[in-house]
């Protein structure tokens, strides 16, 4: 296997469980790290032996918190992923951090392991807010911990902040965003708070104690989209805004379907299959740490479950992920006799000779975009 591959690491610690988190995170507990992290990179050994040793591209250390790892565990897993893989190609390494969960030597050493890009998940500078989301930080204390990252050389820095948050209005949502400027990011990401499954806030939504307003989400993204791209940001993904050369190289690997691994409790892999019946598969690991831990250890892997994948079916994803993109849907992806006459003349979408892009006023229909084209 010749592809350069994309490198998913799933870190499922948090000091404390923010009530719309729907990813698999829980409080470290009892959890013996070592045998954690012995056990991500025996999986990683056997993984990369697997595939055909092939060059790494993009590490994505996501969680989970990655950054409340200890000092000395974040250097056993670093020094570890590079005996294991091929990161001689290697063009970019993120690492997903909480404020107050590092201090200025953690982020040196973040810098001296390789880490290339930090996303800091900063939600709100407002109080109230922070307290809606279950947050443990202050704002000035995400304020400081940014600082840290800049007066530890990380190349590029992003904060993530969320829209839609119980008691946000236009005027907290802008000053979010004028603190946020303040701090000169590289990059932006905005998502809009949903209410999923299995998180504390579905059952509060459920039970009509919290409610979605279709319009003031529109309000606030088009606010973010205007100030952002004032302030000299590219709007490149619908969450996503960044200064020139900062995007995220290891989610636009998602977005265009390139091969990712994915190690860990409940990390997801998908991998093209050239020369074989089905054109790529999928598979996702067990949810759940101690099961992954003795699974890897007894049985080398933590497979829970996996399927294939036809051309048509990983086209049809592309579809959804790429009309998200300020470079648009190849119309290759298209199944055959769709039209998207009816999106030109809303005015939704543009189209040139190769790609469907969507416009502002698309943007916000974004899913329900995606699913009318993909049939
Ligand atoms: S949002 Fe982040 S910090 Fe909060 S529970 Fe989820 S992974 Fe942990």
Redesign the pocket.
């Known amino acids: 296997m010749s592809e350069p591959l994309s490198l998913y690491l799933h870190l499922?610690?948090?000091?404390?469980?923010?009530p719309?988190?729907?990813?698999y995170?829980h409080t470290p507990g009892k959890t013996d790290f070592t045998a954690f992290i012995d056990a991500l990179l025996e999986e990683g050994r056997r993984k990369n032996e697997e595939l055909g040793a092939p060059a790494i591209r993009t590490v994505y250390l996501?969680?989970?918190?990655p950054s409340l790892l200890s000092e000395k565990h974040l250097s056993h897993l670093f020094l570890g992923l590079q005996e294991v893989f091929d990161f001689s190609q290697v063009e970019e390494v993120d690492l997903?951090a909480?404020p107050s969960t590092f201090h200025l030597s953690k982020a040196q050493l973040f810098r001296e392991l390789g880490v290339s890009r930090v996303s800091l998940?900063v939600?709100s500078f407002q109080e109230n807010e922070l307290k809606a989301?279950?947050?443990?930080h202050t704002a000035e204390a995400a304020a400081e911990s940014f600082k840290l990252l800049r007066e530890a050389k990380i190349p590029s820095c992003n904060l993530d902040l969320m829209f839609s948050v119980p008691h946000q209005t236009e005027e907290s949502w802008q000053d979010n965003l004028t603190q946020a400027l303040a701090l000169k990011p590289d990059h932006i990401s905005c998502y809009n708070l949903t209410y999923e499954e299995d998180t504390a806030y579905f059952e509060q939504f459920e039970k009509g104690e919290l409610s979605d307003d279709p319009d003031l989400n529109a309000r606030l993204f088009t606010l973010a989209h205007e100030t952002l791209t004032s302030a000299g940001f590219r709007h490149y993904e619908t969450s996503n805004y960044s200064t020139p050369g900062h995007h995220s190289r290891h989610n636009l690997s998602y977005w265009e379907g390139r091969n990712y691994l994915g190690l860990g409790p409940s990390a997801v892999s998908t991998i093209k299959s050239h020369g074989s019946d089905c054109f790529a598969t999928r598979w996702k690991n067990a949810p759940d740490t101690q099961r992954y831990i003795q699974q890897i250890q007894s049985v080398g892997h933590a497979m829970h479950e996996s399927e294939h994948l036809s051309e048509e079916q990983f086209n049809l994803e592309r579809i959804a992920l790429l009309l998200r993109t300020d470079t648009g849907l190849p119309l290759r992806y298209l199944p055959e006799g769709v039209s998207w006459q009816m999106l030109l003349e809303h005015e939704l979408a543009t189209v040139s000779e190769s790609h469907l892009t969507l416009t502002r006023s698309g943007a916000l229909l974004v899913d329900a975009i995606a699913e009318e084209l993909a049939g």
Do not use: A, M, V, W
Request: hydrophobic fraction near 15%; glycine fraction near 20%.
């Open positions: 499922p610690f948090c000091h404390k469980i923010c719309y988190c729907s990813f995170k996501g969680g989970g918190t997903e909480n998940g939600q989301l279950g947050r443990d």
